[in-house]
């Protein structure tokens, strides 16, 4: 365990409404990354964080953005949500130092 | 860019038989390499992985792997399946920086393992 939440673990929502997705982590770590997981396509980047307030965009960056203001806390917002974005979002952290990456529970999450 | 490409999508086989899941990558420079394995409903855990040295590494639950440089591969075996290894399997690579790894993993498209009783 990584000590890494994720919220809300579940989510419906509508088209066109902004959502935000928290993932907090207690272990104080730089390395931050959100990915998305839909079936036929494993797990995506869509935006990674290497400190506070330093943020870089990954592969399925489009319709996303990301906020880090806090060293625990990286922020996912969906700024007017779309049906394509229906998916499970995983927050991952990456040791100090380290190469390995470890997930968060995970949210899912559904746009109506 | 990197890709991963992991050959089977979907494999069914017996409780004791062995396992093998291809995975192919690429990538110009130096990799790290990773397995990792969800159960269902679960996140993602990590099986295995791969930095340097001997190409033959083990992890949890009695899978290993094995990296061959020239084949750009890194398949995963198991020599006797359980049950309880009912999965979705997934290769990842992430390139190698020294002091520590910044940008994120690619992943494959995942296999989806079912052991039949």
């Known amino acids: 365990d990584a000590g890494i939440t994720q919220s809300p673990r579940h989510k419906v929502t509508e088209t066109g409404t902004p959502v935000t997705l928290r993932c907090h982590q207690t272990e104080n770590h730089r390395y931050m990354y959100w990915y998305r997981q839909d079936p036929g396509h494993g797990l995506r980047l869509i935006h990674y964080?290497?400190?506070?307030?330093?943020?870089d965009k990954g592969e399925v960056s489009d319709g996303y953005s990301v906020s880090r203001s806090k060293t625990e806390d990286f922020l996912l917002t969906l700024e007017s949500a779309t049906s394509s974005q229906t998916s499970v979002y995983f927050c991952?952290?990456?040791?100090?130092?380290?190469?390995?990456?470890?997930f968060g529970p995970g949210t899912r999450l559904t746009v109506l | 860019a990197q890709s991963v490409s992991q050959h089977n999508h979907h494999v069914i086989l017996s409780e004791a038989a062995s396992l093998e899941l291809g995975c192919n990558y690429s990538y110009g420079g130096t990799v790290n390499l990773f397995w990792y394995v969800q159960y269902p409903g679960q996140h993602l855990q990590l099986l295995l992985k791969y930095f340097s040295g001997d190409p033959l590494v083990k992890g949890i639950k009695g899978f290993e792997a094995e990296f061959i440089k020239s084949k750009f591969s890194f398949n995963l075996r198991k020599p006797s399946v359980q049950w309880s290894d009912t999965a979705e399997y997934f290769c990842?690579?992430?390139?190698?920086?020294?002091?520590?790894?910044?940008?994120?993993?690619?992943f494959g498209k995942g296999t989806h393992l079912i052991i039949q009783p």
């Open positions: 990842a690579v992430g390139p190698r920086y020294s002091g520590g790894g910044a940008d994120g993993l690619t």
């Open positions: 964080s290497y400190g506070v307030k330093d943020t």
């Open positions: 991952a952290i990456n040791r100090e130092g380290g190469y390995t990456q470890y």
